[in-house]
């Protein structure tokens, strides 16, 4: 994980969470007009908002604390996401198979999000792993 000139673009978990984040968007355009300021903005934001916070808890690995804390409020934001995707199963704006795939997408980012809370040590900048316990 720790390579000199890695990006958070490097990281597997953002790959993930990026493709999820853009299966979603397309997914939306299909929406109904009525969701657009509620169902789809809200979909959208949260799939993002994984991305974004990644991004945020690599570039603060220097800092336990802060890069659980962003690591942690990625999990959130993608629980999320899988709650939208429950209201858009339900509403019948995505076809069961769907709906399965990006769920089980969204699991598996929540896992390796998951690994990244539980073991910040492994993620953390090997020269300085500071920040409070």
Request: with cysteine; net charge positive; hydrophobic share 30%.
């Amino acid at each position: 994980m720790n390579e000199p000139n890695q990006s958070f673009r490097d990281l597997t978990v953002y790959k993930k969470a990026f493709d999820l984040a853009m299966k979603i968007f397309e997914m939306t355009k299909t929406f109904p007009k009525e969701e657009r300021y509620s169902l789809t903005d809200q979909i959208r934001r949260s799939s993002r908002a994984v991305c974004s916070c990644v991004a945020e808890a690599y570039r603060k690995r220097s800092y336990k604390a802060y890069f659980v804390s962003k690591s942690s409020d990625a999990d959130m934001e993608n629980s999320e996401t899988q709650s939208w995707l429950d209201f858009s199963y339900a509403c019948n704006y995505v076809a069961d198979e769907m709906y399965k795939d990006l769920l089980a997408r969204s699991e598996e980012v929540g896992r390796m999000l998951n690994h990244m809370v539980e073991n910040p040590e492994k993620y953390l900048r090997r020269e300085k792993k500071v920040g409070m316990q």
